[in-house]
């Protein structure tokens, strides 16, 4: 038994004869499927403003939800209390909401064990010491402070997380994970002749405190924020019109993971709401364009051994040189769109039905050097860093803010520029 079922089955005092009793209660009004989702997380957040911690902040949430599907019909409700006549009383509740006329009964339960581990942190984040947390958040401050005397503000955000989930379905699984997470993000404002400027930059993942060490270091953090800012304190309005764009690696992967990444979660899809619903197999990108979402991606923040389905996540194929190959499903929208099941149901929280959501998406490297790239454009921009943003998913528009971008001349990388919204 791993040590997330023993988390569970030892301080809940659950057992398979009680997940099956729950799961019979959600059946009881009818339905074809359900499952139980047990939830314990535990978080903390710190905050350094002015170089004072601001707020330091922990908590623990804990909780089940239920759910049944009967068709196209879904039942869901949640508590906080792990007794087990308030259990039964919200199975008995999401049955009526789904109440349909299939009826299956529940089989015998199985534990399964994750055929791999994405996160093999030896030491949590939780279990740490606080003093060890505040270290990095002050490491980031102290660093961000230095770099310029023109830096004049700096706000570090320290968050970790570990969540540990039990699912229990009337398929007759039980599927059991444990989920760490871990990110620091540091924001900080220069400030020269009553020009302020700003910039922003984080990273973590599923990962321990050893993440932030050698290059990934709070000063690593600090630092980065800081050069952001002050070099947009040089920089000139970007010039109006339509020019070519060139994106960067890294964060300008969030235009993707919006403008097309959102547009390809099945239930979009199947609402006939989203610009690539009924495209399966046409050209929507050129053929340069191939787009994965791979929840496999050890120790990345979108990853998951897991997802909260009790499916085991895997590397899946939307985008494949330009022609749409498929969506990212759910169990619901996977069995009304007859397709299969790709990993990615995803909850808040126990308090929340799954959804089908990305992992980590992004798009493969083309045959081109990257520098050959800029040299081919004579006037554009390059953009390294994005900020807010909005996109409608029925037509794919977007409108983004880049934080940090530069002027490309005859295939040179000049001055910087603001006011960007490609």
Same mark, same amino acid.
């Given at each position: 038994? *791993?040590?997330?079922?023993?988390?569970?089955?030892?301080?809940?005092?659950? $057992?398979? =004869?009680?997940?099956?009793?729950?799961?019979?209660?959600?059946? !009881?009004?009818?339905?074809?499927? =359900?499952?139980?989702?047990?939830?314990?997380?535990?978080? $903390? !957040?710190?905050?350094?403003?002015?170089?004072?911690?601001?707020?330091?902040?922990?908590?623990?949430?804990?909780?089940?939800?239920?759910?049944?599907?009967?068709? +196209?019909?879904?039942?869901?409700?949640?508590?906080? &209390?792990?007794?087990? @006549?308030?259990?039964?009383?919200?199975?008995?509740?999401? =049955?009526?909401?789904? /109440?349909?006329?299939?009826? #299956?009964?529940?089989?015998?339960?199985?534990?399964?064990?994750?055929?791999?581990?994405?996160?093999?942190?030896? !030491?949590?984040? $939780?279990?740490?010491?606080?003093? +060890?947390?505040?270290?990095?958040?002050?490491?980031?401050?102290?660093?961000?402070?230095?770099?310029?005397?023109?830096?004049?503000?700096?706000?570090?955000?320290?968050?970790?997380?570990?969540?540990? #989930?039990?699912?229990?379905?009337?398929?007759?699984? #039980?599927?059991?994970?444990?989920?760490?997470?871990?990110?620091?993000? #540091?924001? %900080?404002? %220069?400030?020269?002749?009553?020009?302020?400027?700003?910039?922003?930059?984080?990273?973590?993942?599923?990962?321990?405190?050893?993440?932030?060490?050698?290059?990934?270091?709070?000063?690593?953090?600090?630092?980065?924020?800081?050069?952001?800012?002050?070099?947009?304190?040089?920089?000139?309005?970007?010039?109006?019109?339509?020019? @070519?764009?060139?994106?960067?690696?890294?964060?300008?992967?969030?235009?993707?993971? +919006?403008?097309?990444?959102?547009?390809?979660?099945?239930?979009?899809?199947?609402?006939?709401?989203?610009?690539? /619903?009924?495209?399966?197999?046409?050209?929507?990108?050129?053929?340069?364009?191939?787009?994965?979402? &791979?929840?496999?991606?050890?120790?990345?923040?979108?990853?998951?051994?897991?997802?909260?389905?009790?499916?085991?996540?895997?590397?899946?194929?939307?985008?494949?040189?330009?022609?749409?190959?498929?969506?990212?499903?759910?169990?619901?929208?996977?069995?009304?769109?007859?397709? =299969?099941?790709?990993?990615?149901?995803?909850?808040? *929280?126990?308090?929340?039905?799954?959804?089908?959501?990305?992992?980590? $998406?992004?798009?493969?490297?083309?045959?081109?050097?990257?520098?050959?790239?800029?040299? *081919?454009?004579?006037?554009?921009?390059?953009?390294?860093?994005? %900020?807010?943003?909005?996109?409608?998913?029925?037509?794919?528009?977007?409108?983004?803010? %880049?934080? +940090?971008?530069?002027?490309?001349?005859?295939?040179?990388?000049?001055?910087?520029?603001?006011?960007?919204?490609?």
């Amino acid at each position: 038994m *791993s040590h997330v079922d023993r988390f569970f089955f030892d301080r809940y005092g659950l $057992t398979e =004869a009680e997940l099956e009793r729950y799961l019979g209660a959600a059946l !009881s009004e009818g339905g074809d499927y =359900a499952d139980l989702y047990f939830e314990h997380s535990t978080t $903390t !957040s710190l905050l350094a403003d002015e170089s004072l911690i601001k707020s330091a902040t922990e908590g623990i949430s804990m909780g089940c939800g239920v759910r049944v599907l009967a068709g +196209e019909q879904t039942g869901y409700a949640y508590t906080h &209390d792990l007794a087990p @006549e308030k259990i039964l009383k919200i199975a008995r509740v999401a =049955a009526r909401i789904a /109440s349909g006329p299939a009826r #299956v009964s529940t089989v015998g339960l199985s534990t399964l064990e994750p055929t791999h581990n994405f996160y093999p942190v030896v !030491s949590p984040p $939780t279990d740490r010491e606080l003093g +060890e947390r505040l270290g990095i958040v002050i490491r980031a401050d102290r660093a961000a402070r230095a770099y310029d005397p023109r830096i004049k503000q700096v706000r570090v955000n320290y968050g970790d997380q570990i969540r540990h #989930v039990l699912i229990a379905s009337s398929d007759g699984r #039980v599927v059991t994970d444990f989920q760490p997470l871990v990110r620091v993000s #540091v924001f %900080a404002i %220069a400030q020269q002749d009553g020009n302020v400027q700003s910039g922003t930059t984080g990273g973590g993942g599923r990962v321990g405190l050893e993440f932030f060490q050698g290059e990934n270091g709070p000063e690593h953090f600090g630092r980065e924020a800081a050069r952001q800012a002050i070099v947009q304190l040089d920089a000139r309005e970007a010039p109006a019109g339509e020019m @070519e764009v060139v994106l960067g690696p890294g964060w300008p992967g969030i235009l993707l993971h +919006e403008a097309v990444g959102h547009g390809l979660e099945a239930d979009f899809n199947r609402k006939g709401i989203s610009a690539f /619903s009924g495209r399966l197999g046409q050209r929507v990108a050129s053929e340069l364009c191939t787009v994965v979402d &791979d929840g496999t991606l050890p120790g990345r923040r979108g990853s998951l051994n897991v997802d909260d389905e009790g499916e085991a996540t895997q590397l899946n194929v939307l985008i494949k040189k330009g022609v749409l190959c498929g969506y990212l499903q759910d169990r619901l929208s996977s069995d009304v769109m007859r397709a =299969a099941r790709t990993g990615n149901g995803r909850r808040e *929280s126990y308090e929340h039905i799954p959804m089908p959501r990305m992992t980590n $998406t992004y798009m493969l490297p083309g045959p081109d050097d990257p520098e050959e790239i800029i040299r *081919s454009v004579r006037r554009g921009l390059y953009a390294v860093n994005f %900020a807010g943003g909005q996109v409608d998913i029925t037509n794919g528009k977007f409108v983004f803010s %880049a934080s +940090e971008a530069y002027l490309i001349e005859d295939g040179k990388m000049t001055a910087p520029v603001k006011g960007v919204l490609p």
